[in-house]
């Protein structure tokens, strides 16, 4: 897939709903498209929850970095390309918006 459509093509298939792709998520690409960025090369970081049997599965035929996992929950990064690969895999159960460093909760 071209990444200078990605973007373009994830709204098209997350346009009745956003299945296992947090809200937030889209949000914030649409944010950064109206200010003007390029989202297509951008790479977004986000926490995925993964079936616990699914994640070698995942960690092969997904085009992702990992930089972390604890037990189902991995911390990634993912263009819209790669968001469109990993919300129909079925072994991934939820993409969200990672936090900024340094917050917390109260």
Known sequence: MAEQDSYQKL???TKDSYGNIASSIM???ASL???GHDVNILSMPMLAEISTEGFEKVKESATIYIYLRNENIVALAATPAQL???MNMPEIISLEASRP?????N
């Open 33 to 35: 498209v109206d200010l």
């Open 27 to 29: 949000d914030t690409l």
């Open 101 to 105: 460093g340094g917050s917390s909760d």
């Open 84 to 86: 469109l690969e990993l």
């Open 11 to 13: 709204l098209e298939a």
